[in-house]
Structure formats: structure tokens, C-alpha cells
């Protein structure tokens, strides 16, 4: 099995949060024994940020490395454990806190596809499109959009 970089250069629509990687020095970290949970933006999701704005986040890299670490978690979280956390709004603790120390919060979501829908869990305002990617040394979540820090 291969390891969160691995397998993200495998399945391609995601170069800008590999180049991203790269330029926070988190490479290493990624590849490293875990286990971790990541939640992935594809590149539709970089696309879609103003690119004056991810022109400056790509060049400031304490600011990207808070970014990048806001899309990390430790240890494995699988979808159906992300949905017990996010189902848990009522007690407050719908929350994960992130390799940079904040807090994201969950929230169930449904997504419709034709003849099935998906229950999924959206972070902030990014939903989890494609869930469970299994990796050596943790899990990935693909992500519709990229977490920023407040």
C-alpha cells in the first residue's frame, strides 16, 4: 500500500496541493508512519480561489503551512467516524482539531448523485466528495474546496 503522497500523485487532480506540499517542506511529513488523516483539495478547489489570493498564499509560507496543517488530522478518521462526530452538534463537540492547533467543525451532509446519494460530512464549507482513500500510513478525504484558517 502506499503512502498519502503515493497515492495522491496517483490519482492525479492534485498537483497544486502536491507543489504546495512541497513548497511547506510537509513532504517528509506526509510520507512519514502516521497514521493521518487528510482532507484533500483537488484542484478544482484551487481554481477556485482568487488567484492574486493563492499566488500570495503559495509564496507565504508560514501562512501555507497553517493552511496545508488545517486540512490534516491525527490519527484515522473513516466517513462513518467523521458522521458520528459531525451528528454530535447538539453537545458541542462536532469539532477536530487540526495539526495546526484550530478547530474544524463537521456537519452531515447528503450528496445526490442520480440513482443513489452518499452520506458525506462537510468541514467548515467544504463537503467530502470521495471518502475512505486508504493509504499506508493513514486515510484521505477528497475535498470540493480549500479550508482556510481564520
Do not use: W
Not at 498519502?4 to 496517483?10: M, N, Q, S, Y
Not at 512541497?22 to 502516521?34: E, P, R, V
Not at 492574486?52 to 501562512?63: F, G
Not at 474544524?104 to 467530502?128: G, H, M, R, Y
Amino acid at each position: 500500500m502506499k503512502n498519502i503522497i503515493e497515492t495522491i500523485l496517483d490519482m492525479g487532480n492534485f498537483n497544486t496541493f502536491v507543489e504546495a506540499v512541497k513548497i511547506a517542506s510537509l513532504k517528509d511529513f506526509l510520507t512519514s508512519t502516521g497514521p493521518l488523516t487528510v482532507f484533500v483539495p483537488q484542484d478544482s478547489a484551487f481554481a477556485s480561489i482568487d488567484e492574486e489570493e493563492l499566488n500570495s498564499l503559495l509564496k507565504n509560507n508560514a501562512k501555507l503551512e497553517e493552511t496545508l496543517k488545517f486540512h490534516i488530522v491525527s490519527g484515522k478518521y473513516t466517513i462513518s467516524d467523521l458522521i458520528k462526530i459531525a451528528e454530535m452538534k447538539k453537545e458541542e463537540k462536532n469539532k477536530l482539531t487540526t495539526l495546526n492547533g484550530k478547530e474544524v467543525a463537521l456537519s452531515p451532509t447528503i450528496l445526490c448523485f442520480c440513482a443513489n446519494d452518499l452520506e458525506t460530512v462537510k468541514l467548515e464549507n467544504s463537503t467530502v466528495l470521495m471518502p475512505d482513500i486508504s493509504c499506508s500510513n493513514g486515510i484521505l478525504h477528497v475535498m470540493d474546496k480549500v479550508l482556510i484558517p481564520k
